[in-house]
């Protein structure tokens, strides 16, 4: 389709797209007296408007049956978790029995980490993506320092090459099978939070695996992003967040994802806690810890149900628009369109301002677009958010926007364009 930087042809792809009625179940921010225009779902998902309703339900329950709450009323604590296995599974294309919501992502990566790396004579190096996340990279460091290892010789990283953002696969791939023997896990992020490069997570999967190593998958960046499959793609384990596409709120319970192929291995550590213990028996209170089947089996503390509540709300509204089918490629259209739109900007000021860092093919990336600036990066950023525009900004110069099916239009789009046209020549007129 021939794409057109107009207000009428906007107007008109939001008309037609189906998925436009979900906009309407999300709230807006507004402050310092201005409605915006949000692309930042890629740092912070919206909040959906029945997020009230469930929380002070939780709160009616905790009022009505205090610590009954746990065995009585409609939806037991106890078992909370088991219809949000349900709804979680196909997010990340897995089985309700290969999935946990639990703790925090970055709690949850030191967890899988103490099962799966672990390290075995020369076998003891972490392979991941260069300038990966720093929570990512600071998990890594301790825990191979916790192993006993100088980081500088047990973490490969991969970087582009010179003069490139992107990484190649062929590079990745290279490079596991370079230091094949030595490899204990091959860990990167499935969505560059910098780039928004989408890695070929079946490719890498299948390379780790050829060598003998462990593979996982920080999904943070990709989970309600993209579809991944992580049963059929024989991933080891993953975790990822719900604050970001999943618009589960701040600090949002994370999810984690151990194979069905590790559920009977006793050989894998496990830092582990009451909840993680065998359901039926959990309250005999017996000593010596024997995990529940699945990945239940890896929970820690008891069930955080406030922030379960507002995870299970916005994943049924994914439920309702039939989950990533046709959300991703509401998603692909949106995100050309951006694309499409940052260049007419070029267009229109005459000059090469914006570059687009994430790659072109749309397997390759989901909602984001990086955008870097000739000139004035952050200043164009600060203008936008004055103008009423949210995306992010990331250091050392990345404008990051994300377009997100659930409650993004085209028509934002539009007027993001004219935003950054006006606000740029305003900034740069000004120097
Ligand atoms: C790739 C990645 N890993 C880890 C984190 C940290 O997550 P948390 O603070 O929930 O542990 C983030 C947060 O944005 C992230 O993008």
Redesign the pocket.
């Known amino acids: 389709m021939k794409l057109e930087n107009t207000l009428y042809f906007a107007k008109e792809q939001d008309q037609r797209d189906e998925l436009n009625i979900f906009r309407e179940q999300f709230l807006f921010p507004k402050f310092k007296d201005k409605s915006f225009i949000y692309l930042c779902g890629n ?1 912070l998902g919206l909040q959906p408007k029945v997020a009230k309703e469930v929380l002070s339900k939780q709160l009616d329950n905790w009022a009505t049956y205090a610590v009954e709450g746990w065995f009585d009323g409609d939806e037991p604590w106890m078992f909370y978790h088991k219809e949000l296995k349900k709804l979680m599974a196909p997010i990340v294309g897995a089985m309700p029995s290969e999935v946990c919501p639990m703790n ?4 949850n ?1 030191h967890l899988l980490m103490v099962s799966f790396y672990q390290p075995k004579g020369k076998r003891f190096k972490i392979i991941m993506e260069g300038g ?2 720093p ?2 990279q600071y998990a890594i460091e301790s825990q191979v320092k916790f192993h006993g290892f100088n980081p500088k010789e047990a973490i490969i990283e991969v970087f582009p090459r010179n003069g490139e953002e992107i990484l190649r696969t062929e590079d990745i791939v290279a490079k596991i099978k370079e230091n094949g023997d030595e490899i204990a896990l091959v860990l990167f ?1 499935g969505i560059n ?1 910098y780039t928004g490069q989408w890695y070929d997570m079946e490719t890498i999967t299948k390379a780790g695996h050829s060598i003998g190593a462990i593979v996982g998958w ?1 999904l ?2 990709a989970a309600g992003n993209v579809p991944v499959k992580l049963h059929d793609w024989n991933v080891d384990f993953a975790c990822w ?1 719900s ?2 596409y999943q618009n589960a709120g701040p ?1 949002g319970i ?1 999810g984690i994802f151990v194979h069905e192929k590790h559920f009977n291995n006793s050989d894998l550590n496990r830092f582990a806690g009451w909840w993680g213990y065998q359901e039926s028996k959990r309250f005999k209170m017996e000593k010596g810890f024997i995990p529940e089947s699945g990945a239940d089996g890896w929970q820690v503390s008891c069930t955080q149900v406030m922030p379960m509540a507002l995870y299970h709300a916005s994943l049924q509204i994914f439920q309702k628009a039939g989950y990533l089918n046709k959300l991703r490629a509401k998603s692909i259209s949106l995100t050309k369109y951006l694309e499409f739109i940052i260049n007419e900007v070029n267009k229109d000021l005459s000059i090469d301002q914006y570059k687009i860092i994430t790659p072109k093919n749309p397997e390759e990336r989901g909602a984001q677009l990086s955008i870097i600036a000739a000139e004035k990066g952050k200043e164009i950023f600060d203008g936008l958010v004055e103008y009423g525009i949210l995306g992010d900004w990331r250091e050392p110069n990345v404008i990051r926007l994300s377009p997100i099916p659930l409650y993004n239009s085209f028509e934002d789009i539009y007027l993001t364009g004219k935003a950054l046209t006006e606000v740029t020549r305003k900034i740069l007129k000004s120097n």
Not at 104 to 107: D, F, N, Y
């Open positions: 740092s925090t992502l970055t709690v990566l990966a996340f929570s990512d992020g939070y920080d943070a960046h967040c604050y970001k600090g994370s």
